[in-house]
């Protein structure tokens, strides 16, 4: 089931890419314009997991990480475990959705690895395409992108 699933992802990418980076550069537009910039400790914490450039990173807490207005985009998100009801944060280029209360180093910490990986892609247009790529190939849970963010999750806040 998920095999299929994951093909079916696969074979519609092509045609709903340009949709999907529309919407990721006004979401992350929205993001940078409305967020707050990192404080010390999340500095240190972007640092610690490779972000070169941590002061442009805004995070904007939300009562849940809004999915797509577009229907067929919505339900993609859902399908492919890119945003749903258990969904704590998203990452977009430097922009961040931190769900309200659920703000942790783990969190923040597998966030600043995305902003991480779009920084060495060199934009989220090129990022994007990539990281969709490898999860309609090898599924959410098993993206190279995700383990490597999982791989640098800090359980703790760095010293100051």
């Known amino acids: 089931m998920i095999e299929n699933a994951a093909s079916e992802f696969a074979a519609i990418l ?17 993001m940078l314009r409305r967020g707050l910039p990192l404080d010390a400790r999340g500095i240190k914490l972007a640092r610690a997991v490779g972000v070169a450039h941590p002061e442009r990173i805004r995070i904007l807490t939300v009562p849940h990480v809004p999915p797509p207005e577009d229907p067929e985009l919505r339900q993609l998100a ?5 945003i749903g009801p258990r969904t704590r944060g998203l990452t977009l280029g430097y922009g961040i959705f931190i769900v309200e209360g659920q703000m942790d180093s783990g ?14 892609a060199g934009s989220l247009d090129v990022f994007l ?16 992108y995700e ?12 010293n100051e």
């Not at 910490?109 to 902003?115: A, L, N």
Request: hydrophobic share 40%.
């Open 78 to 82: 859902l399908e492919q475990n890119l």
């Open 14 to 30: 092509p045609d709903l890419l340009p949709l999907v980076l529309a919407w990721a550069e006004e979401t992350s537009r929205i």
């Open 107 to 120: 969190l923040l910490s597998h966030e600043c690895r995305h902003v991480h990986q779009v920084e060495v």
């Open 129 to 144: 395409p990539k990281y969709l790529t490898q999860i309609a190939e090898f599924t959410y849970d098993h993206a190279p």
């Open 147 to 158: 383990l490597d963010a999982r791989a640098h999750e800090l359980p703790f806040w760095p």
